[in-house]
């Protein structure tokens, strides 16, 4: 069965880093588009980050960009997240997402997330 674990989660101070690790398995890790996301209290779920299957292209929320990098090692089977200059505002949920794709229809599956709080 597909499984996705997130790691790396914590309290850190604001302006510290931190960083995120997703273990893949149960399908081919290296044909999916994986992100993350997160989810903060009362908030709606948002993406922060996606990287292509080879890690050849990714993208960011403007909120992020500059601070956080995307990647990937597909020989492990394992995303990450670095997150660095850490705001009180990114304070979240951690979500690791793996889109898969069976025919025609694609899915996604979802990591149990990773709490990420930024306080002093």
């Known amino acids: 069965q597909v499984q996705l674990v997130e790691s790396g989660g914590g309290l850190v101070q604001p302006g510290g880093s931190l960083r995120l690790s997703c273990a893949a398995s149960?399908?081919?890790?290296?044909?999916?588009?994986m992100a993350w996301y997160r989810q903060a209290p009362g908030k709606e779920r948002e993406l922060v980050a996606a990287?292509?299957?080879?890690?050849?292209?990714?993208n960011y929320a403007d909120s992020v960009k500059g601070r956080f990098t995307i990647s990937r090692d597909n020989a492990r089977n394992t995303v990450y997240l670095q997150m660095n200059s850490l705001k009180p505002e990114d304070t979240a949920v951690y979500y690791c997402?793996?889109?898969?794709?069976?025919?025609?229809?694609?899915?996604?599956?979802w990591g149990q997330g990773t709490q990420v709080t930024v306080s002093s």
């Open positions: 149960g399908f081919t890790f290296s044909s999916s588009v």
């Open positions: 990287i292509t299957s080879a890690g050849d292209d990714t």
């Open positions: 997402k793996a889109r898969i794709r069976l025919g025609a229809w694609n899915t996604d599956y």
